[in-house]
DNA sequence: TAGATTGTTAATCGATTAACAATC
DNA sequence: TAGATTGTTAATCGATTAACAATC
């Protein structure tokens, strides 16, 4: 393992591996290649094999990468070998959506809480969710410990919404308010708007 | 106007210069600056500047940028000053939510279908739109001459799907099911999987 | 005018690629 | 063994930053 501080862009790509070498070991393929792999996720072998070398050497001259061994080493290194709790904050029609999302199970993410600040909202149930009050947003995530949390509500109230999170101790916000938040150095944020992905591929038409 | 090629990570930035200029436009701010604006989006005044300079001479020594002019050029640039159509394939509980998302219209989308494999949703109503087969895609975006797809079906088909929107003639896809895409080289991508966010950010935790 | 801020250059920094010895 | 593929080095390529003349 090595000590160096790895840079960012490397870890914005290894889920993009993990989520490759899910898929071929859902196929039950056993082994694959750094050119294979790069084939599949668009991603040269070299860029492909330097970034997992940053980590150890978990491939073998001649035969390439045991996958089941691979996704191991990359779960552990993306902390992802746990269920981590998250919470959803707004139950519109983009957190109901999430909260009902099936994929998060197996990969990591457990949704635990969703909050509203609509009183006609809470109370109601979601899937296992029952849409709690914003208002009890900060002592309950506090108390729980929770590290995760997704924003989906209005832009206009996104960064209030933000500090109150950052307040009861989130590290890691998925934002898909469209809008940029500001946080503390140590709280990371994730960014997806629709519109902004959209207009990124505009300029090419 | 500069006739080199732009870099793809400065076309990655613009919009979202675009929407925090929008955002103070919106709070009825006239001006701003490199140093304004990059505090608000979280990246360094020069790198703005540089960014912004590419493309032509838009601001003033002294006092900045004209935020209404900016937007405009901004608007331009990324052809987002027109409206384009857009479908939606997969009508789960995300094609839904993307069905009735307010945010595209003033942003230069418009969603003018939403298509589903599953014979007992075709022919519901999700806001204004009426849920069509995927059996008539094809042949219904070919002949609309839509240019732009958003994804929201299961891994397993997506590759298929996306042949398929390809055949159709769409040139950019904003693919929601968490699956590398392989598409032709004139044919972009982007993506949203709320889990491979998600594990860029654990492993700070 | 004096102060502020751009657009741009040159320097620095970081990321990607090519190539190959090591070795399974 | 022969073929394949890794991990790593050095070279290349590209992006970011610092600094400042130009000028509003």
Chains 1, 2 share one sequence.
Do not use: C
């Not at 197996?106 to 109601?124: E, L, P, S, T």
């Not at 929770?146 to 209005?154: D, Q």
């Not at 916000?173 to 990124?200: C, F, G, M, W």
């Amino acid at each position: 393992m090595n000590a160096d501080k790895i840079p960012d862009i490397i870890i914005t790509r290894l889920p993009v591996y993990l989520r490759a070498l899910q898929h071929m070991a859902d196929n039950g393929i056993k082994n694959t290649s750094s050119q294979e792999l790069g084939e599949s996720v668009g991603i040269s072998a070299a860029q492909i094999r330097k970034d997992i070398s940053q980590f150890g050497e978990f491939g073998k001259q001649g035969t390439g990468y045991s996958i089941p061994y691979l996704l191991d080493k990359l779960r552990e290194i993306l902390k992802v070998d746990r269920l981590w709790d998250v919470i959803i904050v707004g139950a519109g029609d983009m957190g109901h959506a999430l909260a009902r999302y099936q994929g998060f199970a197996n990969r990591g993410f457990n949704a635990v809480m969703i909050f509203d600040n609509d009183k006609d909202k809470v109370g109601q149930k979601i899937g296992d969710l029952t849409i709690e009050d914003t208002v009890d947003l900060i002592e309950k995530v506090k108390s729980a410990g929770v590290k995760i949390a997704m924003l989906t509500i209005p832009a206009t109230v996104a960064q209030d919404t933000a500090d109150k999170l950052v307040q009861a101790g989130v590290k890691a916000i998925l934002n898909y308010a469209p809008i940029s938040l500001n946080v503390p150095e140590d709280v990371k944020v994730q960014y997806i708007d629709p519109a902004t992905h959209l207009q990124r591929m505009t300029y090419y038409l």
